[in-house]
């Protein structure tokens, strides 16, 4: 059983940035694919960006392209986010998530392991 804590959620204004990062308990941390999706009031939960048990490939939804940067250190257990040029439209809870083969990385169907969240919002 794999555990997933985030931090580093938040307020920012438009413009600004925030880093995200998740914690893992598992100690085959590095075999594992870890993404990052959000869910917004009312939406469905949607991808962000997932990077493959090495690190090696990593794939970012169109929307945060050029903004978000996904980054593991698997010495450590973490997955990280850094969320730079942050807009309104970025305000949701952001979620960790891990599988140890998921077929697809930005599909959330493929992930077993899940965080309980942590909110950001986006100010104008």
């Known amino acids: 059983q794999v555990q997933l804590v985030e931090s580093g959620g938040g307020l920012a204004q438009a413009g600004g940035s925030l880093r995200l990062a998740c914690a893992a308990s598992?100690?085959?941390?590095?075999?594992?694919?870890m993404a990052w999706f959000r869910q917004a009031p009312g939406k469905e939960r949607e991808f962000v960006a997932a990077t493959s048990w090495g690190g090696r490939n990593t794939v970012y939804a169109d929307s945060v392209k050029g903004r978000f940067t996904i980054s593991r250190d698997n010495a450590k257990n973490t997955v990280n986010l850094q969320m730079d040029s942050l807009k309104p439209d970025d305000t949701a809870v952001y979620y960790c998530?891990?599988?140890?083969?998921?077929?697809?990385?930005?599909?959330?169907?493929?992930?077993?392991?899940w965080g309980q969240g942590t909110q950001v919002t986006v100010s104008s």
């Open positions: 598992e100690r085959t941390f590095s075999t594992y694919a």
């Open positions: 998530a891990a599988d140890n083969s998921p077929r697809t990385l930005g599909s959330p169907y493929e992930y077993d392991y």
